[in-house]
């Protein structure tokens, strides 16, 4: 991340002739430094320029440094004091030291003195930053560690394998933004997180963030991080998404529902790779790549002029669309037999049976919370069911398409009843696949075709 190696310096001394020596010492230095005479050309510099170390006289002819020192440790806390006291001046020198400086030198001093000084505050500073650094990151790593071990996608059909080999492209070009639309639920965020531990970013951060969550005024500061005392409540310098996730990823939810003021803030970031905290001066440069999700129709937000379109051309470089669950019935199968894998283990029932009459209910049903309605559908039947089956009891589903206020899609109703028709042909016809073809009216082949489809075939062997 962003650590400056060049430190910034302000002596703050009465005497011209000592400032400008010193400061002349550092001109062309790895130090950039600036020189004040008075405490009110100090603080004019303080409140314009990121300083890292003042050094400090402690006898000013107007105020008493002491004061001036206590002063700049609350409202600069990440900058460091050295110092410079007068012969014999003990007793400063120890209050010094309890208000927070760092180190101090006795007038007269060689600049070899001051250099070591600074060389060790140098090295305070830089430590100090990497902590912190490493602090910020570590909570967001935790924070994803669990969601992490979530990784598997889990599918059968062409659809989703087409998506999973989309994201391995997709982290095979870690600068390339990526935009995932599909409906809620349907794994956009998973898709995420594969692209993004897949990738030569791995390492780094993986931030998500759902803009809509956060409240307007502090959208720029959570974004672009803020120095201290720039607004109220900013009482530590804090970087923001773009920084924290320096070489990593920013995932931003439901883009859709983002303001026009932050789409153009997050335009201009995206293609300057700069970007400045709130209230302060100094640029800093960052490395992420961002993988958008939204299940709105994004073009519709165009053109209603509710979504920029340079914002969309700039995220959508690669675009993955994830297909509703009901658009792929064969994945019915192998995610509930996955999410009652996971939550028999993880609420401690073993051996657990699936009821033959639950797959085609399931399959009948049009699931419009998707992949995530299934998953809790699995998780509530496992905590509720008594014994060792899970029954169809279990799975308590919403009324059918079309009867609900939704009044879902009619490709629901004509797959839902084709579903239907089909096994009760084959259950008439005592599962003889070419009686129940002819009872439909089909060729065997096409009743063939449409019961691989709905992964009717394993349902029979089943029974
Ligand atoms: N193919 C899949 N295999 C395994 N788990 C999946 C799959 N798709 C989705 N899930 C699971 O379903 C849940 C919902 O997925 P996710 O949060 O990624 O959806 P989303 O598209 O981001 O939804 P939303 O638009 O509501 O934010 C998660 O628990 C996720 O792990
Ligand atoms: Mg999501």
């Known amino acids: 991340m962003t650590i400056p190696d060049k430190i910034t310096l302000l002596i703050l001394d009465d005497e011209k002739q000592f400032t400008e020596e010193l400061n002349g010492f550092f001109q062309g230095s790895e130090y950039e430094s600036f020189e004040a005479n008075t405490v009110e050309e100090g603080k004019n510099i303080l409140s314009t320029h990121t300083v890292d170390l003042l050094i400090l006289d402690v006898r000013l002819p107007?105020?008493?440094?002491?004061?001036?020192?206590?002063?700049?440790?609350?409202?600069?806390?990440a900058m460091e004091v050295?110092?410079?006291?007068?012969?014999?001046?003990?007793?400063?020198?120890?209050?010094?030291?309890?208000?927070?400086?760092f180190d101090y030198l006795r007038k007269p001093f060689r600049y070899i003195d001051i250099q070591i000084a600074i060389e060790r505050t140098q090295k305070y500073l830089q430590m100090n930053r990497k902590l912190k650094q490493m602090e910020e990151r570590n909570s967001l790593i935790s924070k994803t560690l669990e969601e992490k071990i979530d990784r598997q996608f889990i599918g059968i059909s062409h659809q989703i394998q087409e998506v999973f080999e989309q994201a391995i492209t997709a982290s095979k070009y870690p600068d390339a933004n990526v935009l995932i639309t599909g409906e809620s639920g349907t794994g956009k965020e998973n898709?995420?997180?594969?692209?993004?531990?897949?990738?030569?970013?791995?390492?780094?951060?993986?931030?998500?963030?759902?803009?809509?969550?956060?409240?307007?005024?502090l959208l720029e500061s959570e974004f672009f991080g803020h120095k201290k005392g720039s607004f109220t409540g900013a009482i530590n310098d804090k970087m923001g998404f773009f920084e924290v996730c320096h070489q990593g990823t920013l995932f931003l939810d439901e883009i859709a529902d983002m303001s026009l003021s932050l789409q153009a803030k997050i335009l201009r970031a995206t293609?300057?790779?700069?970007?400045?905290?709130?209230?302060?001066?100094?640029?800093?440069?960052?490395?992420?790549r961002i993988i958008s999700a939204?299940?709105?129709?994004?073009?519709?937000?165009?053109?209603?002029?509710?979504?920029?379109?340079?914002?969309?051309?700039?995220?959508?470089?690669?675009?993955?669309?994830?297909?509703?669950?009901?658009?792929?019935p064969e994945d019915i199968k192998p995610l509930l037999t996955h999410f009652v894998d996971?939550?028999?283990?993880?609420?401690?029932?073993p051996g657990l049976h699936i009821s033959k009459e639950v797959l085609p209910a399931l399959l009948a049903y049009d699931f419009p919370g998707n992949v995530r309605e299934l998953r809790n559908m699995a998780e509530r039947a496992i905590i509720l069911c008594k014994g060792n089956t899970l029954g169809l009891h279990d799975f308590p589903?919403?009324?059918?398409?079309?009867?609900g206020p939704h009044e879902r899609t009619r490709s629901v109703n004509l797959k839902t009843n084709e579903i239907l028709l089909i096994q009760k042909a084959l259950r008439d016809a005592g599962f003889n696949q070419q009686a129940a073809a002819d009872a439909l009216g089909l060729h065997r082949d096409a009743l063939s075709r449409k019961m691989k489809k709905y992964d009717i075939t394993n349902l029979i062997i089943a029974e």
Do not use: Q, W
Request: net charge positive; hydrophobic share 40%; with cysteine.
């Open 271 to 288: 293609e300057e790779k700069v970007i400045t905290r709130v209230g302060d001066t100094n640029t800093i440069r960052t490395d992420f």
């Open 342 to 349: 996971i939550f028999s283990t993880r609420f401690n029932k």
């Open 397 to 403: 589903l919403r009324p059918a398409a079309g009867s």
């Open 82 to 101: 050295i110092i410079i006291s007068a012969h014999g001046d003990m007793d400063t020198v120890i209050k010094a030291m309890r208000y927070g400086a």
């Open 294 to 328: 939204t299940n709105h129709d994004i073009n519709r937000g165009v053109e209603k002029k509710k979504f920029r379109l340079d914002l969309l051309h700039r995220l959508n470089t690669l675009h993955i669309h994830i297909p509703a669950l009901r658009e792929r």
């Open 62 to 77: 107007e105020v008493n440094g002491l004061d001036v020192l206590k002063e700049v440790r609350v409202l600069y806390p």
């Open 191 to 217: 898709i995420a997180r594969i692209i993004h531990y897949s990738s030569p970013r791995k390492d780094h951060v993986f931030c998500a963030v759902n803009s809509s969550a956060i409240t307007e005024s």
